[in-house]
T-cell receptor
């Protein structure tokens, strides 16, 4: 069964802290995405990737780095976390080989920056 | 720039009412269009898609028709149920596989 797994599910850090959010998909999908979800803004795209070693800039990339180490794994890095990055983060994946396939989402990681 | 606009932040209905949630997009060419639903504590779930003008997508009684002239993909359901209460997202995908979502519409259905 297709799956996208995010870890941790919840994370609390302090301002200036270093945080890594992990995402693994076991679907053999080419594309992976990181979004943040905030009330009134919906889902906003941070970064995305079409394969290991590739990174594409999304719409709200400031303060975030990302790295796609393998086909399965996509990481979101906050090197100097700020309270404005308190949010619910979602990872998603999709298969470029299937025409117009919609991204499949994980369960989310809730991040609080104090 | 590229965007998706959902004009209703929240819609409150009674069971068996007719639902319309408006979605307009700004994108070049023929983007693929999607509707997602999100329940509390879960990630967004794909409902259906359409990829060409006048194509209708549907699932679980919900439907929407791709209207390139109006740049719209409005979600409709003839008779809502309390279990339809959730947040609904419109989205599009470009040929470059960037996927952009709207701000979401919260649907509240009372019995």
């Amino acid at each position: 069964e297709a799956a996208v797994t995010q870890s941790p599910r919840n994370k609390v850090t302090v301002t200036g802290g270093n945080v890594t959010l992990s995402c693994r998909q076991t679907n053999s999908h080419n594309y992976m995405y990181w979004y943040r979800q905030d009330t009134g803004h919906g889902l906003r795209l941070i970064h995305y990737s079409y394969g290991a070693g590739n990174l594409q800039i999304g719409d709200v990339p400031d303060g975030y780095k990302a790295t796609r180490t393998t086909q399965e794994d996509f990481f979101l890095l906050l090197e100097l976390a700020s309270p404005s990055q308190t949010s619910l983060y979602f990872c998603a994946s999709s298969d470029a080989r299937e025409n117009n396939q919609a991204p499949l989402f994980g369960e989310g990681t809730r991040l609080s920056v104090l | 720039g590229d965007s998706v606009t959902q004009t209703e932040g929240q819609v409150a209905l009674s069971e068996e009412d007719f639902l319309t949630i408006h979605c307009n997009y700004s994108a070049s060419g023929y983007p693929a269009l999607f509707w997602y639903v999100q329940y509390p504590g879960e990630g967004p779930q794909f409902l259906f898609r359409a990829s060409r003008d006048k194509e209708k997508g549907s699932s679980r009684g919900f439907e929407a028709t791709y209207n390139k002239e109006a740049t719209s993909f409005h979600l409709q359901k003839a008779s809502v149920q309390e279990s339809d209460s959730a947040v609904y997202y419109c989205a599009w995908r470009t040929g470059g596989y960037k996927v952009v979502f709207g701000s979401g519409t919260r649907l509240l259905v009372s019995p």
